[in-house]
């Protein structure tokens, strides 16, 4: 089954790295690597962010012309996607219990948590799996939409392709 | 209550115009059916009923190709075009850093913008 990368995998994604090769080699086989627009959304604010440094330009460059040249798939929330997020984010307001390191304010924690979630919703209603490194949270909510939608088939958490 | 027929012939203004070019269709039966019963409801005929339909259908197709243009020249803006013949790209682990900042500055209360 084709996943769908958060923001976890996308952020690993680099000129150099095996995760390209991953995606030419997809592209060329038209089964293209999915990614969350909210992942990309993400990955462009932090390179933007840094845009004064010449490197971070080169990298949104590279970036926007392999979106440019359709060397992934960028899939959307789209109604449907927020109507199911909606819904999760009423029954689990909050991630899960804090992990051990994790320093993150409570802030920020509930602002990750709901991009989480609009990326699980995102990958449900589109038909995906979920590609991430981030297994724990991702489960949690997969298991809000099974008690939403017991019927349907549930989202599958995986690892990153590479 | 006055019957229909009793009242005052007011013919509704009709989409047929008074000049263009002339054309012999073969009309689907579901588009002749929708035809007639957008005539039936404006007391019109089953020609200007279908040009009222192809008016309609023109102005959703015109107003959706202006809406994909538009959307295609923003996006070239987007794209420009590429500044770095030989780039120098930022380290994997800097690339990393740079990704997941979102969640780690964004929204936090007294980000330094």
């Known amino acids: ?13 680099h000129p150099e ?10 592209a060329l086989a038209e089964n293209p690597v999915r990614i969350a627009s909210v992942a990309l959304l993400e990955v462009a604010y932090g390179y933007e962010r840094r845009i004064q440094d010449p490197r971070y330009q080169a990298l949104l ?12 798939h960028a899939v959307s929330l789209d109604g449907r ?32 948590w709901l991009l989480d979630i609009e990326i699980a919703a995102t990958a449900y209603m589109a038909g995906l799996d979920l590609a991430t490194e981030n297994r724990r949270d991702f489960e949690s909510i997969a298991r809000v939409l099974v008690a939403l ?14 | 209550m006055a019957s229909r027929a009793s009242e005052p012939a ?7 115009p008074a000049r263009g070019p002339r054309t012999t269709l073969r009309v689907p039966e579901h588009l002749a059916e929708t035809a007639e019963r957008l005539a039936g409801e404006l007391g019109t005929s ?26 295609e020249e923003r996006w070239a803006a987007v794209v420009g075009d590429p500044r770095f ?25 007294g980000f330094d913008r």
């Not at chain 1, 089954?1 to 994604?13: C, E, F, G, I, N």
């Not at chain 1, 590279?62 to 992934?72: D, M």
């Not at chain 2, 200007?48 to 190709?65: C, N």
């Open chain 1, 17 to 26: 790295g095996s995760l390209l090769e991953y995606m030419l080699d997809q």
């Open chain 1, 61 to 72: 460059d590279w970036l926007t012309g392999l979106l440019a040249g359709n060397a992934f």
């Open chain 1, 149 to 162: 939608f017991p019927r349907a088939e549930p989202l599958a958490i995986v690892g990153p392709p590479v």
């Open chain 2, 46 to 71: 089953r020609n200007d009923a279908l040009i009222r339909l192809a008016a309609r259908g023109a102005e959703a197709y015109e107003r959706e190709a202006r809406i994909a243009s538009r959307s």
């Open chain 1, 1 to 13: 089954m084709t996943a769908l990368w958060d923001t976890s995998v996308l952020s690993r994604l």
């Open chain 2, 10 to 16: 007011t013919a509704p203004e009709r989409a047929l």
């Open chain 2, 85 to 109: 013949d030989r780039p120098d790209f930022p380290s994997d682990d800097e690339a990393r850093e740079a990704a997941m900042a979102f969640r780690r500055e964004a929204l936090e209360p």
């Open chain 1, 81 to 112: 996607a927020a109507l199911v997020a909606g819904r999760v984010r009423a029954r689990m307001p909050h991630p899960p219990a804090t992990r051990r390191g994790d320093r993150r304010s409570k802030t920020m924690r509930q602002a990750a």
